[in-house]
């Protein structure tokens, strides 16, 4: 099936009789007739529900349809992209363990990754992603378990070298973990690139209509664990699984076998089915929504850059872009609908901007429907004075802008508008 029909098709097929749509399993347990049954299922040795933080078939339905838009082997719906990036990490670093991040990530996951993974002795090396390979080489270490990076870099925009990572990673024997969440699998597919595994916030375009915060984990199956050495936690017995080794027993499904049966049954982040019912109604829709978000972003980077009310303007398809080649590789049907630019005048130009805008709403959320605009340095980096923010990659007159799915000649007329009073 092309990645259109997969959005609306897959993960759910109903028997004669059974609802046409996805139903919402709202139960935290399955009833069996016999304890022999259920000690079977405790043992890994039939499958089938029991508990809901274990498995739910809404929740497994949906994360099958993104491990197919994928075209990994399985996923894992987690409550939030924040647990997903965690999870992702934490299935294969241990206390002691290094590894490897671009610098450019969100800021959630540069915190969680730099300051609280720290306390429980993970430690990780940023590096800026355009860094050449000697340097990205020499930031590994002996102990080092993982490459972690953004397709597109939220807010940065940055593009990342996805091939030339996947290569780097390997030549180290470690797993490359790229967070699709901006380009989505209807514009990048990281898994055909090298990508070992995915993580997603599906807060954002997936769910796409801004009611429901989740993430999601998927599988390759490509990675192999056991000719690496590095992970004897998927090659060697899980004495809190009766003694199961993850690479024997599920081959290709080692690593997301392990994150659901023993990261998730411990830790417990997990979605309420009723939002990954929601989730689902978005991901029908992505292909859809994406190329209306990428057609948009694309009129309004041109119509900024042409405006003399606009100092700068950041979106990976305009042909001056820094990021431009690389997302004619990486991204050749379109990228995201997030535009970063600059208005002449500074911070008071920016926030007087800001309040003229009408159709545009000010909101702390990326990609959805609606179009959406943050002013970092009025709000998320708040804390800040001029020349800190400059330090932090955030100058003081950045606009982010969250191009939604309206027609864009009212987008355009909003922000006309608004310059117009500045
Ligand atoms: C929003 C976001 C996250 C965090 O996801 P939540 O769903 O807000 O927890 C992680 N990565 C990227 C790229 C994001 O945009």
């Keep these: 099936m092309k990645i259109e029909t997969k959005c609306i098709q897959s993960g759910y097929t109903p028997e004669n009789g059974e609802p046409r749509v996805l139903p919402i399993y709202q139960s935290t347990t ?4 016999t304890t022999e049954q259920m000690g079977k299922l405790f043992d890994l040795e039939e499958s089938g529900y029991f508990y809901t933080r274990l498995a739910n078939p809404t929740n497994d339905a949906v994360a099958a349809k993104i491990a197919d838009l994928e075209g990994g082997v399985a996923a894992m719906l987690t409550s939030s992209g924040q647990a997903a990036c965690f999870y992702a990490i934490f299935n294969i670093c241990n206390a002691g363990d290094h590894f490897v991040c671009s610098s450019s990530v969100y800021g959630g ?13 993970i430690e990780v090396t940023f590096v800026d992603p355009d860094s050449d390979e000697a340097t990205l080489n020499a930031a590994f270490r002996e102990n080092t378990k993982a490459m972690f990076g953004e397709t597109i870099a939220n807010p940065a925009l940055v593009v990342l070298d996805i091939e030339k990572w996947a290569n780097i990673a390997h030549s180290h024997g470690v ?34 209509h801004a009611t429901s915060v989740g993430g999601c984990v998927v599988d390759s199956g490509n990675f192999d664990w ?7 936690g998927l090659t060697t017995p899980d004495e809190s699984y009766h003694g199961i080794t993850y690479t024997e027993k599920f081959g290709k499904a080692a690593y997301i076998t392990k994150l659901t049966a023993q990261v998730m049954r411990d830790l417990g982040s997990i979605p309420s089915p009723h939002n990954a019912f929601l989730l689902n109604l978005g991901l029908e829709t992505l292909f859809l929504r994406m190329e209306r978000h990428c057609s948009n972003a694309q009129a309004i980077a041109e119509y900024l850059s042409k405006n003399d009310k606009i100092s700068w303007v950041k979106y ?10 690389l997302a004619q590789k990486y991204l050749p049907n379109g990228s995201c609908g997030v535009i970063s630019f600059g208005v002449k005048g500074g911070r008071e130009a920016a926030v007087k901007f800001m309040d003229g805008l009408r159709l545009a709403a000010i909101v702390t959320h990326v990609a959805d ?7 970092p340095a009025s709000h998320t980096h ?15 007159d950045l606009i982010r802008f969250s191009v939604g799915i309206e027609n864009v000649d009212d987008i355009i007329a909003d922000i006309q508008q608004a310059l117009d009073q500045i």
């Excluded at 595994?197 to 954002?204: D, M, N, Q």
């Excluded at 056991?226 to 004897?232: D, M, N, T």
């Excluded at 429907?369 to 002013?375: D, E, G, K, M, N």
């Design 30 to 33: 399955w009833k069996y007739g």
């Design 109 to 121: 996951t540069f915190n969680l990754f730099g300051t609280t993974m720290k306390k429980l002795g």
């Design 175 to 208: 797993p490359l973990i790229i967070d699709n969440t901006f380009a989505t699998p209807i514009n990048c597919r990281p898994f055909e690139w090298g990508a070992d595994i995915v993580v997603h916030s599906t807060t954002k375009y997936m769910d796409g």
């Design 226 to 232: 056991e000719k690496s050495g590095k992970f004897p």
């Design 316 to 325: 990976c398809g305009l042909k001056d872009d820094k990021y431009y080649d």
């Design 369 to 375: 429907a609606r179009t959406s605009v943050l002013h």
């Design 382 to 396: 708040r804390q800040l004075n001029d020349e800190e923010l400059v330090a932090a990659g955030v100058t003081p």
